[in-house]
């Protein structure tokens, strides 16, 4: 499957792309940034700790783009690696990808059957770890506090109790549980969508590498350079927009979040919660 850029010309457009500056991907996934930003004349230093990214990023050549295989919150570290010293943007693309989705051996999707994984970089602990390991109180923290939840407690319950018969280790099983689970009333989104949201941002520690990155961010942005972020969900955008306004580096481009047109929204479903929110480097 493609992955299609969420709001791909706003994006660009906010990172003010001058010819010739350094501006970095952090989240390169399939590349559809990198390549707009190389299009307009920048040079790209793209990141992605998915091992899956490095393999699209062999198509790419020159010396105007070089890729690292790293989480965006490591951005000062990979920076004293290449020798750049001048970034003039910064673009976070949050989240999921559609490639990732629909890779039913990457455990993301709960429409999808496949081991329960959700590791971005295929290292450390898994999802099924976390849902066979942790307490109930632990897993009931985990779906309130990064799914926002209601039902966390009684979700919790119902693993917890599935997983001493029988260890879980797959999507399906897991989406069967989250169904039983849930009250039997009409809802306005899949039981399982909340569930699996939050084991993915635990299991990649998403919000804390969140914050580390667009801290990184300001810190390494030279004057009048940018930082672009696009989110999924209220979590990161709370996130983004605190930081925004507390940060004494970057002063606030958009007053309020940027939302995909009706048309992007029809014709890419995945669009439809995403935010735009973007700062600029305060010359000294």
């Known amino acids: 499957m493609n992955h299609t850029p969420v709001m791909l010309k706003e994006s660009i457009d906010l990172l003010t792309i001058i010819e010739g500056q350094w501006y970095v991907d952090g989240t390169f ?4 940034h990198s390549t707009e930003i190389l299009n307009r004349g920048g040079r790209v230093l793209a990141l992605d700790k998915d091992p899956a ?16 295989q790293s989480n965006f919150r490591d951005l000062p570290h990979v920076l004293m690696t290449t020798g750049i010293t001048r970034i003039h943007g910064v673009l976070l693309d949050l989240g999921v990808s559609s490639m990732q989705l629909s890779q039913p051996e990457r ?15 295929q290292i450390g602990t898994n999802a099924a770890d976390l849902v066979n390991n942790a307490t109930e109180a632990e897993l ?8 926002e939840d209601h039902y966390s407690r009684r979700i919790a319950r119902t693993i917890v109790k599935a997983r001493s018969i029988q260890p879980i280790q797959s999507t399906q ?24 949201q939050a084991l993915r941002i635990a299991v990649n520690d998403e919000l804390g590498a969140l914050k580390d990155g667009i801290s990184s961010a300001g810190t390494v942005l030279s004057g009048g350079g940018r930082l672009v972020v696009l989110s999924y969900h209220s979590l990161e955008d709370r996130i983004m927009k605190r930081f925004l306004n507390q940060s004494l580096d970057l002063q606030v481009v958009t007053k309020r979040p940027i939302t995909p047109s009706a048309h992007e ?17 305060v010359i000294a």
Not at 29 to 32: K, L
Not at 53 to 68: N, R
Not at 180 to 195: F, G, I
């Open 173 to 196: 099983t897991l989406r069967e549980l989250l169904e039983s689970a849930y009250p039997n009333k009409k809802r306005r989104s899949h039981p399982a969508r909340k569930t699996f």
């Open 265 to 281: 929204e029809s014709s890419n479903p995945r669009s439809r919660s995403a935010k735009l929110r973007a700062g600029e480097k």
């Open 53 to 68: 990214a490095a393999d699209h990023a062999q198509s790419f050549q020159g010396s105007d783009f070089h890729f690292k």
């Open 29 to 32: 996934g399939a590349g559809g």
């Open 140 to 147: 009931a923290e985990i779906i309130y506090r990064y799914g």
């Open 107 to 121: 455990g993301f999707s709960y429409r999808n059957n496949g081991p329960l994984d959700m590791r971005m970089d």
